[in-house]
């Protein structure tokens, strides 16, 4: 079966502009999640979905920060306007339920210069 | 506050050698526990996942134990070999108003020496 899919797998951008990160889980996924991963760090969940419910997204800096999970598929994670701190890799991943094991994508290396 | 700990120096050992990680935590009451393997550039990939009322579970030659009492899941390879280098990640399952939210450990590396 397909994996996870991200794109882009790197971007570069300047403080203060906007980036968008999107993610295709794994077909039949009703779960999905965001994790920011700074360097030497484990993985911090960021919002996690069950179709296009939100489950949980209080580590999410909602003020520069929203996701979105149109029709319980794909996903786009979206930062407005960005800062050096939120230079870090974002993970998707998906999982058939919740808990369960789950399925990582490559990850988006953002860097803010 | 609630905390996870992984030791933050890599541990080395010998090819053949049986590698040992620890997981800690603290004022969580997680219902299930899970291990994943990080390589670098990559996204984690899921190895063993061990619920609240198990204490023991394998697979090949991985095993994980999990003492809700002492608060601490041990992860074992036996038989260790080079290929098995990467970083391990413990993360917690805590149950919070019905659902379950996943809380990862900042990793241990593991480097086997052929």
């Known amino acids: 079966e397909a994996g996870v899919a991200q794109s882009p797998r790197y971007k570069i951008i300047e403080k203060r502009q906007s980036v968008a990160f999107w993610c295709n889980p794994i077909?039949?996924?009703?779960?999905l999640y965001w994790y920011q991963q700074i360097l030497g760090q484990g993985p911090k969940l960021l919002i996690q979905?069950?179709?296009?419910?939100?489950?949980?997204d209080s580590q999410l800096p909602k003020d520069r920060f929203s996701a979105e999970r149109l029709k319980g598929v794909d996903s786009t994670l979206k930062i407005q306007p960005a800062k050096l701190e939120d230079s870090a890799v974002y993970l998707c991943?998906?999982?058939?339920?919740?808990?369960?094991?789950?399925?990582f994508g490559p990850g988006t290396r953002l860097t803010v210069t | 506050s609630q905390k996870i700990e992984q030791n933050s120096e890599a541990l080395n050992i010998q090819e053949g050698k049986t590698a040992t990680l620890t997981c800690n935590y603290t004022?969580?009451?997680?219902?299930?526990l899970q291990w994943y393997r990080q390589d670098p550039g990559r996204g984690p990939v899921f190895l063993l996942l061990?619920?609240?009322?198990?204490k023991e579970k394998r697979k090949e030659r991985l095993k994980v134990t999990f003492d809700t009492t002492l608060k601490q899941s041990l992860f074992h390879i036996t038989a260790s070999q080079p290929a098995d280098s990467a970083t391990y990640l413990c993360a917690l399952d805590p149950a919070s108003g019905g659902s379950y939210i996943p809380t990862f450990g900042r990793g241990t590396s593991l480097i086997v020496h052929p």
């Open positions: 004022n969580y009451s997680p219902a299930y």
């Open positions: 077909s039949g996924h009703a779960t």
């Open positions: 991943a998906s999982s058939l339920d919740s808990p369960d094991e789950q399925y």
């Open positions: 061990i619920r609240e009322n198990e």
């Open positions: 979905f069950q179709n296009n419910g939100v489950v949980d």
